[in-house]
């Protein structure tokens, strides 16, 4: 029932911006927590970031200062990308799991979006 949807992504040349969104709908005891996630060709699925049902956030080292999570009233998700760099290059996940902390482990997210493209060139 839980159902999300990314959108957001494109081309962008290094130090661009970009903001991913995702629509989240289903019920919202199975969306406690929401994150982002990405994965670039021959690597491993990477957490980007997370915010947990109470409002914490999580992000991977390699995004802080640089990307913002956010969610609003309706728990749509949202990623706000600046400075971004070729090593960003990936296609991004939103995610939703009834775990209740932020996390970026991804084995504990039970529903996933199928993905929008980010790619920055040099």
């Known amino acids: 029932q839980v159902q999300l949807v990314e959108s957001g992504g494109g081309s962008v040349q290094a130090g661009g911006s970009l903001r991913l969104s995702c629509v989240v709908s289903?019920?919202?005891?199975?969306?406690?927590?929401l994150g982002w996630f990405r994965q670039a060709p021959g690597k491993e699925r990477e957490g980007v970031a997370s915010?947990?049902?109470?409002?914490?956030i999580t992000y991977a080292d390699s995004v802080k200062g640089r990307f913002t999570i956010s969610q609003d009233n309706a728990r749509n998700l949202y990623l706000s990308m600046n400075g971004l760099k070729p090593e960003d290059t990936a296609m991004y996940y939103c995610?939703?799991?009834?775990?209740?902390?932020?996390?970026?482990?991804?084995?504990?997210?039970?529903?996933w979006g199928q993905g929008t493209q980010v790619s920055v060139s040099s």
């Open positions: 995610a939703a799991t009834t775990f209740r902390i932020a996390t970026l482990v991804a084995s504990r997210y039970n529903y």
């Open positions: 289903g019920p919202p005891y199975n969306t406690y927590c």
């Open positions: 915010i947990g049902r109470d409002g914490e």
